[in-house]
């Protein structure tokens, strides 16, 4: 079973950064995008931002900018570093992958989460 396992989370002052990884635990076939996703208390999850195994990139409004995601196709990783925080983007981030198995059925799967909270 792959699991998707997330570090880089941690406490950060508002202006601060952080850089969040993301590699699945085992053998991975044929993904097609990676992304990152967050839950603040009391909220619903969002996307914060995607990348394809092309490279194409899509950022939420609120953390464009401030925001960039990476990744290295060889090592199935990807990365978000994260500039100018502020307050509001404290929350659990949680690390996305989707692919398709060799007869085209798609997979997803979900990291466990690593929580970021920026605060004074």
């Known amino acids: 079973q792959v699991q998707l396992v997330e570090s880089g989370g941690g406490l950060v002052q508002p202006g601060g950064s952080l850089r969040l990884s993301c590699a699945p635990s085992g053998n991975i076939f044929r993904l097609t995008a990676m992304a990152w996703y967050r839950q603040a208390p009391g909220k619903q999850r969002e996307s914060v931002a995607t990348?394809?195994?092309?490279?194409?990139?899509n950022y939420a409004g609120a953390v464009k900018g401030r925001f960039t995601i990476s990744r290295d196709n060889g090592k199935n990783t990807v990365y978000l570093q994260m500039s100018s925080l502020k307050p509001e983007d404290t929350a659990v981030y949680y690390c996305?992958?989707?692919?398709?198995?060799?007869?085209?059925?798609?997979?997803?799967?979900w990291g466990q989460g690593t929580q970021v909270t920026v605060s004074s």
């Open positions: 996305y992958a989707e692919g398709t198995w060799p007869l085209g059925t798609p997979y997803i799967y």
């Open positions: 990348i394809t195994m092309g490279g194409t990139t």
